[in-house]
Each structure stands twice: as C-alpha cells, then as structure tokens.
C-alpha cells in the first residue's frame, strides 16, 4: 500500500470468524493469523462493515493527507496519499478511495494508484484492491492492479483493530500478482522522520513470496498512520513522512 514498484502491504485453526459468508476456500498466510478473523477472506458483506474508516493506526477520513519522501538508489521521490470523498462498491461494500501519486524529483508521475479500504465493525481496516498505473519512458503498465472477487482475487486485512506481537495475515491476496503479508513485530518501537518524534509505534515486517529476499519494515503513529517504511533486505528505498494533514 502506498509503495512504488510493490502492490499497494491466515488464519491456522482459528474459529468465531469476524466476517458473516466467510468459506474456506483462502489459503492461509503465515505466520500466526488473528484471532477471529480469515485472512483473506473469499466473501464480503456489507453488514458487516461500517461507512468511516476510523482505526487510529490508518485513519482513512476523507481529506486526510500524507506527503512522504523516498530516497533509494534510483534517487529522491515525492508520495503524496489522499483519502478521496468518494467511495467505490466492491462485492456490495462501500469502499474508501485512497489516491496515491509518486513522482520524481522533477515533478513527472512515476504511478498513479487508487486503492480501496473498508473498515468492518470490529474497527479492523480491509484492503480491497487497487487500480494502479505505473509510468516508464513513455510507457505504462497496470500491472498489479486487482479487485476483491473478481478473477479469484480477495481481500486482505490493511490494519488490525488490536494488533499484537506475533499476528501475522496477508495484507491482499491474487495469486501471482498480489501477495502481500505482514507480521507485526513490536507495539512501542520509536521513530524521528521530519514530520516529528514518535514514540509507541506499531512495527511491522512485511514481505512478499512473490520477490523473495525482499523485507520491508513499516512503522505506524496513533492517530497519524504510516510514518516511515524501510527496504532492509533486496533494496535500499528509505520511505518517511513529510507532512500529514487531518480533515
């Protein structure tokens, strides 16, 4: 979610599913799961999920906007991510658009995402795909882009309600284009990014089968959301927030 070059980031044994409809048909994503929940999970129903995405650890409100800075070896670009006052419908859920512009240090659009969340009344946040294009030299590719229940693609958990040390779920799910996991490491983790000093962050290790080698880690403020992402295994991209301003 929100990461140039990647898919815009389970349950073993696991009962008292959070979600009505939910089958068996998902595959499970290591390592542990979340208690009550199947992730991903094959069906949707929008009684169980609720209009405002809330969660203080990814609070999609219309109007919320993050700038971050990449630096890699490709050089510096700019992530701008704005939660959008529209919404899509996917297998009957209202979904949150989140728009997400990358571009370089020249101001040209290296990808333009929309992505689409959803929030269930448990206060976990669902990520339901995305409509992405990437530009190179002229050319562009939407590859990548893929939509909860259409070509067997499901959706994935983007935030848990209560994260703990241990959970692990996929964060999307269609075979050989999304695969995205992630397993969280820590609940007080400290950052300094030029928005600010955080202290009791939620850390998150999150990997792909897809480029195997690849690790990233993830650190989210309360009430502010992703405040920096670091390749630390296949890359060398630092990510960090620049600014955030809350509707």
Same mark, same amino acid.
């Given at each position: 979610?929100?990461?140039?070059?990647?898919?815009?980031?389970?349950?073993?044994?696991?009962?008292?599913?959070?979600?009505?409809?939910?089958?068996?048909?998902?595959?499970?994503?290591?390592?542990?799961?979340?208690?009550?929940?199947?992730?991903?999970?094959? !069906?949707? !129903?929008?009684?169980?999920?609720?209009?405002?995405?809330?969660?203080? *650890?990814?609070? *999609?409100?219309?109007?919320?906007?993050?700038? @971050?800075?990449?630096?890699? #070896?490709?050089?510096?670009?700019?992530?701008?991510?704005?939660?959008?006052?529209?919404?899509?419908?996917?297998?009957?859920?209202?979904?949150?658009?989140?728009?997400?512009?990358?571009?370089?240090?020249?101001?040209?659009?290296?990808?333009?995402?929309?992505?689409?969340?959803?929030?269930?009344?448990?206060?976990?946040?669902?990520?339901?795909?995305?409509?992405?294009? #990437? @530009?190179?030299?002229?050319?562009? !590719?939407?590859?990548?882009?893929?939509? +909860?229940?259409?070509?067997? +693609?499901?959706?994935?958990?983007?935030?848990?309600?209560?994260?703990?040390?241990?959970?692990?779920?996929?964060?999307? @799910?269609?075979?050989? #284009?999304?695969?995205?996991? +992630?397993?969280?490491?820590? *609940?007080?983790?400290? +950052?300094?990014?030029?928005?600010? #000093?955080?202290?009791?962050?939620?850390?998150?290790?999150?990997?792909?089968?897809?480029?195997?080698?690849?690790?990233?880690?993830?650190? @989210?403020?309360?009430?502010?959301?992703?405040?920096?992402?670091?390749?630390?295994?296949?890359?060398?991209?630092?990510?960090?927030?620049?600014?955030?301003?809350?509707?």
């Amino acid at each position: 979610m929100w990461t140039r070059g990647r898919s815009s980031v389970v349950a073993i044994g696991l009962t008292g599913l959070a979600l009505s409809g939910c089958g068996s048909a998902s595959e499970p994503s290591p390592p542990t799961g979340v208690d009550g929940l199947e992730i991903p999970t094959p !069906s949707l !129903s929008a009684a169980d999920f609720v209009s405002r995405i809330d969660n203080p *650890l990814l609070p *999609l409100v219309p109007g919320n906007t993050w700038v @971050y800075r990449a630096t890699s #070896e490709d050089g510096e670009e700019t992530i701008t991510v704005t939660v959008l006052d529209e919404t899509r419908r996917i297998g009957g859920v209202t979904a949150t658009v989140v728009h997400d512009v990358v571009t370089d240090a020249e101001g040209e659009v290296l990808e333009d995402t929309r992505d689409w969340f959803a929030q269930d009344t448990e206060g976990n946040v669902w990520y339901l795909g995305e409509a992405t294009t #990437e @530009y190179d030299d002229g050319r562009s !590719s939407t590859e990548g882009s893929w939509e +909860a229940g259409v070509d067997g +693609a499901e959706a994935g958990l983007a935030m848990a309600a209560a994260p703990r040390v241990g959970d692990g779920y996929r964060m999307e @799910y269609l075979r050989g #284009e999304a695969e995205d996991q +992630a397993a969280v490491l820590s *609940l007080d983790a400290t +950052a300094i990014v030029p928005f600010g #000093e955080f202290t009791g962050l939620l850390e998150t290790e999150d990997t792909t089968p897809l480029e195997p080698g690849l690790v990233e880690r993830k650190l @989210y403020a309360k009430d502010v959301g992703l405040i920096r992402e670091e390749t630390i295994s296949g890359g060398e991209e630092v990510v960090v927030l620049v600014s955030f301003e809350q509707k």
